[in-house]
């Protein structure tokens, strides 16, 4: 079954995604600071990146097919749903409590409104990503929940050094109880004004037996 990977954002060294504004500032400067072009699937008409080839590498190497996206409805919102195309894969799972109605794409753009929680939104993605590819759950509080839940295999973070002192949370709003033990990285790349970190997520079981 496709390995479900939560992050393809980046976030500052305090952890978040955007500012209380939903401002990302230089988050993503380093996807235009470099020599090196690229799109996310490999296909000429995507908004192409400009990056250092250790960045470049290291996102070929962590995402190796981008199957389906799953994304919240505050980023659905904040994009448009990027004008009804996917800024990666084939697919979009937007996971809300009530999906639009006078969305002018609706007809036609490949996404699907999951009214029944981040689970089943996981699920149908990974059905229709298949066994060869994977599907990518945006950071934030769709990412975080689904974290808690054990429904991810492994977390991409993009570390810049900026600081924001509050904001929207890389991992979304977290109880004190809430605690996810994660590996040690698998995968460390610096790339200019990032560095890349690929995480492993032990199953459920394992975590209840490491507490």
Known sequence: MSKVIMGCASVSADGFIANERDE???????????????????????????STRASLEFIRAAYPRIG???????????????GGVPAAGEHVFVVTHQAPT???HAATAPFTFVTDGVAS???????????????????GQIGGQALRLGLVDQ???NVVPVVFGSGR????????GDVVALDNPAHVVRGDRVTH????????TARQAHG
Request: aromatic share 12%; with cysteine.
């Open 68 to 82: 389906c996206v799953v994304i919240g409805r505050r980023l659905f919102d904040l994009t448009d749903g990027w």
């Open 24 to 50: 990302v500032g230089p988050l993503f400067d380093w996807g235009t600071n470099g020599d090196v072009e690229w799109t996310w699937s490999g296909e000429p008409e995507e908004h192409p990146m400009h």
């Open 121 to 139: 939104a996981i699920e149908q993605a990974r059905a229709l990503a298949g066994d060869d590819r994977i599907v990518d759950l945006a950071a």
């Open 197 to 204: 970190l690929l995480y492993d997520v032990p199953p459920p």
């Open 102 to 104: 006078n969305w002018k």
């Open 169 to 176: 949370p890389f991992f979304g709003a977290m109880d004190a």
């Open 155 to 157: 977390v991409v973070m």
